[in-house]
């Protein structure tokens, strides 16, 4: 049962355009949403987070959107940079046993690339 | 400030035989989790330890198993390894006790079972 599910495992964009990546979830108990990108032969760095009280949170390049009724969100990266190449991971968290909300659920992910 | 580190960096293994993993979480970081990440499966949640106690666990077999000592540092054992083993297998840490937070991830041990 994936609760949280990336549906497209590649994007392809131009440099300087919007990349638009996508995420959707079915647990609703999930409180907490983040995006990671990874490289090749690195672990996960975090990108940017919202949480379930808010719709819209921004730093930068980075933008995410959620729709809580919809149960999605999604990431803007505007304007677009070959350096962003990576893989894109969708992470979600809710309330765990003692007190830890540290059991992340990850999508799939999805490989961006960014084409100069 | 040093990042995570997990040691070894690759460990090529043979079915049946036991594997540990070593991680050492940034200096003054009390939780550590580790995830499994395969190609078809994506990140997988592990186990997740703080003050020496494992408070959360996902849905993996007994053979995987964790410990956290008291300078923070974890390792995790994987028994009895299998084929379907093989995995970046990534340890994570971060600073509060509770409350959804951004971890930082080591780069991972790249663990192969033949």
């Known amino acids: 049962d994936q609760q949280v599910k990336q549906n497209s495992p590649s994007l392809s964009v131009q440099e300087g355009r919007i990349s638009i990546l996508n995420c959707d979830y079915t647990?609703?108990?999930?409180?907490?949403f983040l995006w990671y990108k990874k490289y090749p032969a690195e672990g996960p760095t975090f990108l940017i987070s919202?949480?379930?009280?808010?719709d819209k949170n921004e730093d930068g390049r980075f933008t995410v959107f959620l729709n809580k009724s919809a149960k999605h969100l999604s990431l803007h990266i505007v304007p677009s940079q070959p350096g962003d190449s990576a893989v894109y991971f969708c992470?979600?968290?809710?309330?765990?046993?003692?007190?830890?909300?540290?059991?992340?659920?990850f999508g799939k992910g999805t490989l961006l690339t960014v084409n100069p | 400030k040093a990042g995570v580190t997990q040691t070894p960096r690759y460990l090529i293994k043979t079915r049946g035989q036991q594997v540990t993993l070593s991680c050492s979480p940034i200096?003054?970081?009390?939780?550590v989790s580790w995830y499994q990440q395969t190609p078809g499966q994506g990140l997988q949640f592990l186990f997740e330890?703080?003050?020496?106690?494992?408070?959360n666990k996902g849905n993996f077999p007994g053979r995987f198993s964790g410990r956290q000592f008291s300078n923070s540092r974890s390792e995790m054992n994987v028994s009895t390894l299998e084929l379907g083993d093989s995995a970046l297998y990534l340890c994570?840490?971060?600073?509060?006790?509770?409350?959804?937070?951004?971890?930082?991830f080591g780069s991972g041990t790249q663990l192969s079972v033949l």
């Open positions: 994570a840490s971060s600073t509060s006790p509770t409350g959804a937070e951004k971890l930082f």
């Open positions: 647990n609703s108990m999930f409180d907490y």
């Open positions: 919202i949480s379930s009280i808010k």
């Open positions: 992470a979600a968290s809710a309330p765990g046993s003692g007190g830890s909300n540290y059991k992340l659920t």
């Open positions: 200096s003054g970081h009390r939780s």
């Open positions: 330890y703080f003050s020496e106690t494992q408070r």
